[in-house]
């Protein structure tokens, strides 16, 4: 019997599944981490294009409210991992203008349902500046 036992402790059958079983839960961790960064520079990029498209419509009509409106038109093309705050203009009505625009960037891979209350979200704000075609 000790003989036996002795031949099964030694053997490595199997030990390749449990070192896969061990580094699965790392690897899934790194993956979401990836997912979750790749989505926060779509988010800043779209962010930085909708302050990009509030200046040109502005520059272009003189009108904040149809720049809100094309500026959100870009945010909401996201899905709903992109959530404005706010969509402002500053120095309207002068030639040289700003366009700030703020946004809240959810996590993806904690829903709010698991946890039972709001998750933090990154905000984040940029800036575009312009100038009035005349």
Sequence with gaps: MLKWWRNKTKSEEGSATIEFLGI???ALMLLMIIVQFVVG???VLVTQSAAN???TVYSV???PAEARDAANEILSAT???LQA???SGSGLGSKEFSANVNVNIQLLFLPEEIFGYPL???P???????????
């Design 24 to 26: 699965l839960p790392l």
């Design 41 to 43: 520079i779509n988010a």
């Design 53 to 55: 498209e509030y200046a």
């Design 61 to 63: 009509t003189k009108n």
């Design 79 to 81: 899905g709903n991992y």
């Design 85 to 87: 705050t706010s969509i």
């Design 120 to 122: 933090p979200t990154v």
């Design 124 to 134: 984040y704000s940029t800036t575009a500046h312009g100038r009035v075609i005349e």
